[in-house]
């Protein structure tokens, strides 16, 4: 097993090993579709899974069967992947939210849930994503009224 670093918060190396992965999900109403990258860049695999408390299982479980998730970037942490993010963040992976694709480079790339999964890894692996996840946000924002 080789070990590499990766930036943790974009001011410290973190020892990391091969097996360590992102995690993308593209969130949905009814359906998540998550993508996971390893930390080299490769794209490990592809899924959908219902949006339900156990599609959250069975997504994570996916993951993980794929690697160590350290970070996963969730499209929506605020609406349709609060859910999601609240049992990632509970598993002890650390979430970041993630801005949809602006429009032009999703024609570019040609549009699919997978593609905007496959993204938001590649902007948390790329440090370009660095937003928390709404989800505590909101929680503090309804204790603070």
Request: glycine share 12%; charged share 20%.
């Amino acid at each position: 097993m080789t070990t590499s670093s990766m930036p943790h918060n974009g001011d410290t190396a973190q020892p990391v090993d091969s097996t360590t992965i992102v995690l993308g999900v593209d969130t949905h109403k009814d359906v998540h579709v998550a993508a996971v990258v390893s930390v080299l860049g490769a794209l490990l695999g592809t899924q959908s899974f219902p949006a339900t408390a156990s599609g959250y299982h069975q997504l994570a479980d996916w993951a993980r069967s794929l690697g160590v998730i350290k970070k996963a970037g969730v499209e929506g942490t605020g609406s349709y992947g609060a859910g999601l993010a609240r049992h990632l963040a509970t598993e002890g992976i650390e979430v970041i939210e993630v801005n949809r694709p602006d429009r032009a480079a999703r024609r570019r790339s040609g549009k699919t849930d997978a593609v905007d999964a496959e993204a938001a890894a590649r902007a948390v692996l790329g440090g370009r994503a660095t937003g928390l996840r709404r989800a505590k946000t909101a929680r503090w924002r309804s204790f603070a009224s």
